[in-house]
């Protein structure tokens, strides 16, 4: 498994942004099995599975499409970039597992700190 720390990103519905992504961990795995034959005591083939692909992000606020997208279960157009780069970028379809709200605090000026998951797929690299 891999993972790439400190990305940037976008979740969009309809080309409009509905929330700005900070701090993004995107980790991608193959679910692979090594195949023995019966009575084989080396590995003789490797048995290829589905590709995953999962993420969590902090959200920067934009507006309450966001929320309403999570509980309708539409999925959103994600793009993950570098910090201040344009490529290369990880693009793909997104659907949001989950999420979590802290930092509620009357005099704060940053109220709120939302962490979501996600997974995504077709994906699309530069």
Do not use: C, H
């Amino acid at each position: 498994m891999s993972a790439m720390e400190g990305m940037m990103g976008s979740f969009s519905l309809g080309g409009s942004a509905v929330a700005l992504m900070t701090g993004i961990s995107f980790e991608w795995n193959k679910s692979v099995t090594e195949m023995a034959y019966l009575g084989d005591t080396t590995v003789k083939d490797v048995m290829q599975g589905v590709k995953k692909y999962k993420g969590t992000a902090n959200k920067a606020y934009v507006d309450n499409t966001y929320l309403k997208v999570f509980m309708a279960g539409t999925e959103l157009v994600g793009t993950i970039l570098p910090r201040g780069g344009t490529t290369p970028y990880i693009a793909g379809t997104i659907v949001i597992t989950g999420g979590r709200l802290s930092g509620i605090e009357k005099d704060s000026e940053a109220p709120v700190i939302e962490d979501a998951s996600f997974v995504m797929y077709n994906i699309t690299v530069s």
